[in-house]
């Protein structure tokens, strides 16, 4: 059952033109031109509860401004948007009580407070029963650990426990719904892979539905199956990683180091796209030829020294979808 | 329905935030006693040794300067405009939106709560003092009194619609300047805070009273030192009444203006 939906989502931002020189000051004083810029122009998609998606997108695709309507703080220029079967924007309130939002960028606790007096507002604001209230707290502590914290003040934490305290806030209140908005943003591998960890588990035992814009790749990987891809405000794919990885997933390269340097290495079904001395690189499509086809024809006339076979990262294949599109490439694709 | 429990925790966390900014409360104490010294000697030397001018006495004009800077005080340590408007420009007024309270009214009560932590620490134990030993008129009566309380606590009211409301206006518009002018100007002039309202010529006089800045300083001061008195004091009341209302109006139609054309920063 879908519990985000979203349909033909628009938002247009006037941004005032700024006139060059003198007359342009003196002019704009007097009159100002206003330029539109569509931050996200039709753009549908549903999302069932229980779900764990990675909405992503380059900066200024729209990410962060489609999350801002889904959290109600934004009003749609046109388009539907229904979360938990309320429009966000027009009951603003009743639409805050099922989500829980984080925002890597900003904390949403109260700055100078002990940490602990941020959730007591925060139990107060959606008037979370006690015991409820406990439950979480005790186990956001322990899986977080927060009682390093809790008597700190918000701006004396450090970015990684400042995060774990901000995620902890946002489901005080048991959402059904949480959004997450580069929750690993600046983390260290620990931390960023505890908090993955957590995130994980809470979308597993009480299924809550996950949306999380990031730019790291590893986030999506490790946390989501499916993935809306947005770019300059459109959808560009919306739709299993697998199925991706598959598809873009065929290409292998194969570095071989060499004993001698020859001038050049001709391969069938192989290019050589990068020499060093005596290194080559190597691209292959997997269904055409196989690693041990390439190496033995290398071996015919070389003797290999060392070799790596590498698979293409997800995040080389997005940034290829980004700068040529889903459809246009190529399924074998230089990564 | 109004949840004024929530309301309240906010009040009680700014209470306690503000004890976390000490040297905040005295730097405020300070320049509310120079400002208080500068007027009193201003308008010692204005009176010239007389006893009386523009039908009040002496006592009760350095009465009228000493409650107005405590009223100064009570005033300024709400959230003052430039605040508002910074968190306006910062977007933590708008990520406020996606939570579930009315936030013109959690910032009234948050400011109850630095308010009354400023009044009981610094503004009551030192104005307790200087009428003690200083010769000023006090209100004869205990309704007095409390007719001066609710007319100051109004007075706030009003202040801090109209403040909330300019700072609010950071929404619309990107250079606030003028704003932030004209707010300082009618708070200080026609407000009644620094002259009274009786020694201004009659234009200015009559351009006050149809404003409702004399609400915030000038009526329940006058109550205080004695120059309003008997059903005056009620029609002041209403009068203060009126400007509440309509600034509150006032505040809740930007508000909604605002709140629809939100923009935080960021794609």
């Known amino acids: 059952m879908p519990i985000i939906e979203v349909e033909h989502l628009m938002k247009d931002f006037m941004i005032a033109k700024r006139e060059t020189g003198f007359l342009g000051a003196v002019k704009s004083l007097v009159k100002r031109e206003h330029i539109k810029k569509e931050a996200v122009k039709d753009i549908s998609f549903s999302i069932n509860e229980g779900e764990m998606v990675g909405y992503i997108g380059p900066n200024g695709a729209g990410k962060s401004t489609t999350i801002k309507m889904l959290t109600g703080i934004l009003v749609p220029t046109s388009g539907s948007v229904k979360v938990n079967g309320i429009i966000p924007y027009e009951n603003r309130q009743e639409n805050a009580k099922n989500i829980g939002v984080v925002f890597g960028q900003r904390t949403q606790l109260w700055w100078d407070l002990p940490t602990i007096e941020s959730f007591e507002l925060l139990k107060e604001i959606y008037q979370v029963p006690d015991k409820r209230y406990k439950g979480n707290m005790d186990t956001f502590t322990e899986i977080l650990g927060l009682d390093e914290f809790l008597n700190t003040p918000v701006r004396q934490l450090s970015l990684g426990q400042r995060m ?6 946002s489901l005080l209140h048991d959402p059904p719904i949480l959004f997450l908005d580069e929750p690993t943003i600046g983390l260290d591998v620990v931390a960023k892979e505890k908090m993955r960890t957590f995130i994980k588990e809470i979308n597993r035992e009480r299924s809550i539905t996950v949306i999380l814009t990031t730019h790291d790749m590893e986030d999506i990987e490790k946390l989501c199956e499916r993935m809306i891809l947005i770019d300059h405000g459109q959808k560009v794919y ?5 199925v991706v990885k598959e598809r873009f997933g065929k290409t292998r390269t194969l570095i071989v180091d060499l004993e001698e340097s020859p001038h050049s290495l001709k391969l069938n079904g192989g290019e050589v796209y990068k020499e060093e001395a005596s290194r080559f690189w190597i691209r292959f499509n997997r269904d055409e030829v196989s690693a041990s086809g390439l190496i033995a024809q290398i071996t015919e006339t070389h003797n290999i020294k060392d070799l790596t076979v590498e698979e293409p990262a997800i995040e080389s294949i997005i940034s290829r979808i980004y700068q040529e599109g889903y459809q246009d490439l190529p399924e074998t694709v230089k990564l | 329905m109004f949840r004024f429990r929530l309301y309240w925790t906010f009040t009680k966390k700014a209470f306690l935030r503000s004890a976390v900014y000490r040297f905040d409360v005295w730097s405020r104490l300070g320049s509310n006693l120079i400002f208080l010294l500068m007027w009193g000697s201003i308008w010692t030397a204005l009176y010239a040794g007389r006893e009386e001018a523009g039908g009040v006495s002496f ?8 409650v107005s800077q405590f009223l100064t005080g009570v005033n300024g340590a709400g959230t ?17 939106l996606m939570r579930p309270f009315d936030v013109p009214l959690r910032y009234l009560f948050a400011d109850f709560g630095s308010v009354a932590f400023y009044i009981l620490t610094a503004l009551l134990p ?9 010769d000023l008129t006090l209100p004869s009566g205990w309704e007095t009194w409390a007719l001066f309380i609710v007319s100051a606590f109004i007075g706030f009211l009003i202040r801090y619609c109209i403040e909330m409301s300019f700072g ?5 518009l990107v250079e606030t300047g003028g704003i932030v002018d004209v707010f300082y100007f009618a708070m200080s002039l026609l407000s009644g805070s620094v002259i009274p309202l009786w020694f201004f010529p009659g234009w200015l006089e009559t351009m006050a009273i149809y404003l409702p800045f004399q609400g915030i300083y000038y009526i329940p001061n006058a109550i205080f030192i004695g120059k309003i008195s008997g059903a005056e004091i009620l029609l002041s ?3 203060q009444l009126f400007w509440v209302a309509a600034s509150y109006l006032l505040l809740r139609f930007v508000w909604n203006r605002a709140s629809q054309k939100v923009v935080v920063q960021g794609g």
């Open chain 1, 164 to 169: 774990r305290a901000d995620i902890a806030a």
């Open chain 1, 238 to 242: 919306d739709g299993e990683i697998a």
């Open chain 2, 59 to 66: 006592e009760s004009m350095l009465t009228y300067i000493v």
């Open chain 2, 80 to 96: 003052p405009l430039w605040e508002i408007q910074e968190k306006v420009r910062t977007g933590d007024i708008s990520l406020e």
């Open chain 2, 126 to 134: 030192l104005y307790t003092v200087m009428f003690i030993f200083m």
């Open chain 2, 168 to 172: 609010l206006l950071s929404f619309f």
């Open chain 2, 237 to 239: 009341l209403g009068v």
